[in-house]
């Protein structure tokens, strides 16, 4: 009875707010994972990455490896996309009695041709969001990378082009700020640890192909809410002969603009067709989908990412030795992948964990508070990374440095010699066990101490056939010698 209230109420409201509320969306963009990533920041992750007087961490530490992790940045609409736009084209020109709209009964044509065959390709959006990344990253850590050898500084994308290049153009960035090596496409393919869910048998069968993972966004499709957004979408844009658009439309109305909004720096035609209840209300859809197939409604979902933090850990251990040894190591690893390597790795870290699962049935009551928002967790080019340092542990916190330490960033009152910083979107973030924004890397063992323990093969219930070296198996091999000593009795 209660939710029933709770639901009128919110589709009571939401209707008001349709007539009385709309968005100027150059100032709020809500597009869940098709947020290009300017656009998703929030305010502190603003500061943090634009003032370069801020600093994040003490004076007295130094870093010494630097391991990031990225989506691929903006990229064009798939196929399917871009044919609901030319069919939602169809449907409404023409028919647009609304003043405000009119441009769009004949001025709008999607930005992207029909049935374009080269899908999903990174766009001069994501070229720009990488090589600014390259640029700031040569910048923050100057004193690590100025002088790093060519062997030293390390790039992996997954065998995807809109990753390769957005690989491509963060080495760009780079070059531009330490001009002494060439690192533009001195990148290695790593399938196996940058699209891990597709070599993942247990989280194919289990999750991915499974009709109970879609079963609450689909039924969140069917819902009062998205009927609602449908029909004051509707009635906003004053659709001639009582047209009344559907829920893909809808959804399709909303990527258009998420994509076009990228693409012309928030200048959408579609741009204030949506209130922001609206915009959240069709972030939620997009939520569910990404929490229960990439997140933390599935365990294998998360589990399968174990490779990329043992490989960061590794990494930062060998850094570590190589310093005392006075050795050459890997100063620094950057790696480009996909929205499912991060969200994967993001939720096998334990962050932005609600108390709560995200239900098609729960948005009004708790979806609204939830941390959970894709929007802000995964947009394009969204990243996690950990830095590691060393510490003077002999010297306090002078009050130069309190006096620059970049907004919302805590430091712990005792310092070791070996730290770990935590970074989302280039800002730093706290691990779930600690409150503080620089955390010893023997506690971070410790607390992932489980995931570490990592076999891959072992964790998706692979068939014991072909390793990723692409040699025969054993097992392999020994059935083969039986069958031949058959063949020849």
């Known amino acids: 009875m209660e939710l029933t209230f709770l639901k009128i109420w919110f589709l009571c409201v939401t209707s008001l707010l349709a007539t009385s509320t709309r968005v100027n969306t150059q100032e709020m963009y809500i597009y869940a994972t098709k947020t290009a990533y300017n656009m998703s920041l929030s305010q502190r992750e603003r ?71 080269d899908e999903k390709k990174l766009g001069p959006v994501g070229e720009r969001e990488n090589e600014d990344f390259g640029e700031r990253f040569a910048k923050r850590y100057n004193s ?21 290049n957005s690989c491509k153009y963060f080495q760009i960035g780079y070059q531009n700020i330490h001009t002494g090596i060439d690192v533009i496409n ?3 393919i790593r399938d196996d640890l940058l699209r891990f869910f597709k070599n993942c048998k247990k989280y194919t069968r289990d999750v991915d192909k499974n009709k109970e993972a879609k079963k609450e966004y689909k039924a969140f499709l069917k819902g009062e809410e998205m009927v609602q957004v449908a029909s004051n979408l509707s009635s906003t844009l004053q659709l001639a002969d009582d047209l009344q658009l559907d829920v893909d439309s809808a959804i399709a109305a909303w990527m258009a603009l998420a994509f076009e909004e990228a693409y012309t720096d928030g200048q959408s035609p579609w741009s204030g ?56 190591y890997t100063k620094a690893l950057f790696q480009f992948g996909h929205s499912e390597t991060v969200l994967s790795l993001v939720t096998l870290l334990g962050l932005y964990k609600d108390s709560f699962a995200l239900k098609s049935s729960n948005y009004a009551s708790q979806g609204v508070n939830r941390v ?15 830095v590691l340092y060393k510490c003077d542990v002999h010297t306090q916190v002078s009050a130069s440095d309190l006096a620059k330490k970049a907004p919302g960033v805590t430091w712990p009152d005792r310092f070791v010699s070996d730290m770990v910083q935590l970074l989302v979107k280039e800002t730093p973030v706290s691990f779930p066990f600690t409150d503080n924004h620089l955390t010893s890397l023997a506690e971070i063992k410790q607390h992932y101490r489980h995931e570490l323990v990592c076999d891959f093969d072992e964790i998706c219930e692979n068939a014991a056939v072909t390793p990723r070296n ?20």
């Not at 692409?470 to 009795?489: A, E, K, N, Q, R």
């Open 186 to 188: 001195k990148t290695t």
């Open 372 to 386: 959970f928002r894709t929007t802000q967790i995964s947009p394009f080019a969204t990243n996690v990374g950990m």
């Open 47 to 117: 500061a943090t990455i634009e003032d370069e007087g801020h600093i994040l961490v003490p004076s007295f530490c130094r870093p010494i490896h630097v391991n990031a992790i990225f989506r691929h940045g903006t990229r064009d609409p798939g196929i399917d996309d871009i044919d609901s736009f030319y069919a939602l084209n169809d449907t409404i020109s023409g028919k647009i009695g609304n003043p405000s709209f009119s441009h769009l009964n004949s001025n709008w044509t999607p930005l992207w041709p029909r049935s374009s065959t």
């Open 273 to 328: 067709t949506f209130s922001l209840s609206e915009l959240k209300i069709m972030e939620y859809y997009q939520d569910l989908k990404q929490w229960w197939k990439k997140s933390y409604a599935y365990p294998i979902s998360y589990q399968q990412s174990c490779p990329l933090l043992v490989n960061t850990v590794k990494s930062m251990d060998k850094a570590l030795k190589a310093t005392v040894d006075n050795k050459s």
């Open 470 to 489: 692409g040699l025969l198996t054993p097992l392999v091999c020994i059935s083969f010698t039986i069958y031949l000593y058959l063949l020849h009795l």
């Open 144 to 164: 690590l990378l100025a002088d790093a050898k060519i062997d030293e500084i390390v790039f992996y994308s997954s065998s995807k082009s809109r990753s390769y």
